[in-house]
């Protein structure tokens, strides 16, 4: 280990090794079935992979136009015509990013600035707090309803000031599943309207809405996506999460500077992926197939689960669900986790983690996102639990 005579001051001192890593190291440790982390365990399409090569034995192997391949961002403003009725430019709206996750980052550290507020919504995904804190300004959570996880509209009004510059939201909702409403996207334009903040919409899971719901886009809304940046991911979509691919959208003028932060960060994403997903995306089939794909897959996972001793939320979209113990042990989620990998060989998430102050609901995050026999041998053991 080399010995530094440099002590930098944290930026982020009060993020150190998190329950993530710890239940990762323990899964490996004892080889444990993963149903913890959001990343399908089985293959892409071969006709994606097939497109990749293709692509790398053209020579597409250079630096991608930086705000990406024109024929897929005319791909992606297709798509979204046809499911949500909103045109955006292909040349000033539309931005492919190196993950859904830069595409996070590049909007909040272009538009937020020190002093500002940002309203996010909790149990919620990780790195949206840090983001904003990491900017100078203040990350004002706000916890769902329970069991529910559901927006109480009457708290964020309590909570927007004239320093409110953006609203996070997610939708398909990782950790629960919930979904939000056309209520919700009417008060959520109600409650903007007339002020300057912008709706960041983490969409990763757009197309996995189940039992015949549709995803209510920002997009979708004529009103909120005036202010939206919605942002997606190729990787959630088509089983590729490595690939570290995704996109966002946004009116031109919030859109020009989400790009100057863009272009020094990773300037452009992987150029023969992009021409795979150009390809792939030409065929509406290769995407429409979700809902159906991951709710039977869900339906398995609910079905195995009957026979064992934990009660189950409903997970109306993304690939996750919420179940609860508490009715077995008054134990905390961290360790009830761990108890489930060391003793049954099986990965799971506490709910917990998805709380900056480690809320405890008594509740197991599961990923669906599985081959079957990995959803049914991963059940099988958290049945064991007693």
Not at 8 to 35: C, H, R
Not at 203 to 208: N, Q, R, S
Request: with cysteine.
């Amino acid at each position: 280990m080399i010995i530094s005579p440099v002590n930098p001051t944290s930026k982020l001192s009060n993020v150190g090794t998190t329950i993530f890593s710890v239940i990762g190291q323990l899964a490996n440790e004892f080889n444990a079935i993963n149903l913890s982390q959001g990343a399908p365990d089985f293959p892409c399409s071969a006709d994606l992979r097939q497109q990749v090569e293709l692509a790398m034995q053209a020579n597409h192997n250079q630096y991608a136009p930086m705000t990406g391949l024109p024929m897929l961002k005319e791909q992606v403003s297709l798509k979204i015509n046809k499911l949500y009725q909103r045109v955006y430019d292909v040349e000033k709206e539309i931005l492919i990013t190196a993950s859904a996750s830069q595409a996070l980052y590049a909007a909040i550290s272009a538009l937020v600035h020190p002093g500002d507020e940002v309203i996010y919504f909790e149990p919620s995904f990780d790195s949206y707090a840090p983001i904003v804190r990491l900017q100078g300004a203040k990350a004002v959570g706000i916890k769902l309803t329970v069991p529910e996880f559901k927006i109480d509209w009457d708290l964020v009004k309590n909570v927007l000031n004239s320093k409110t510059k953006m609203i996070i939201l997610n939708s398909p909702h990782n950790p629960s599943g919930s979904v939000m409403s056309q209520n919700d996207l009417n008060t959520l334009a109600e409650l903007t309207r007339d002020t300057g903040i912008v709706i960041l919409s983490d969409e990763v899971y757009e197309h996995m809405v189940f039992d015949g719901q549709e995803h209510l886009s920002m997009s979708s809304h004529a009103e909120l996506a005036t202010r939206s940046v919605v942002v997606t991911s190729f990787g959630k979509t088509f089983h590729v999460t490595g690939w570290r691919v995704g996109c966002c959208v946004a009116p031109a003028s919030i859109m020009s500077e989400i790009v100057k932060v863009h272009q020094f960060m990773m300037f452009s994403a992987d150029t023969p992926m992009q021409y795979a997903f150009c390809e792939h995306m030409k065929t509406p089939a290769n995407y429409q197939y979700l809902a159906d794909f991951y709710q039977s897959k869900r339906d398995l996972m609910i079905q195995e689960l009957k026979s064992g001793p934990f009660e189950v939320l409903p997970s109306y979209g993304s690939f996750f669900m919420l179940i609860s113990y508490g009715h077995l042990t008054q134990a905390c989620d961290s360790e009830v986790v761990k108890q489930l990998i060391r003793k049954h060989g099986v990965a799971t998430i506490p709910l917990s983690a998805f709380y900056s102050d480690s809320t405890d609901h008594k509740l197991i995050r599961l990923s669906f996102s599985k081959s079957d026999q990995t959803i049914i041998d991963g059940v099988r053991a958290l049945n064991n639990f007693r």
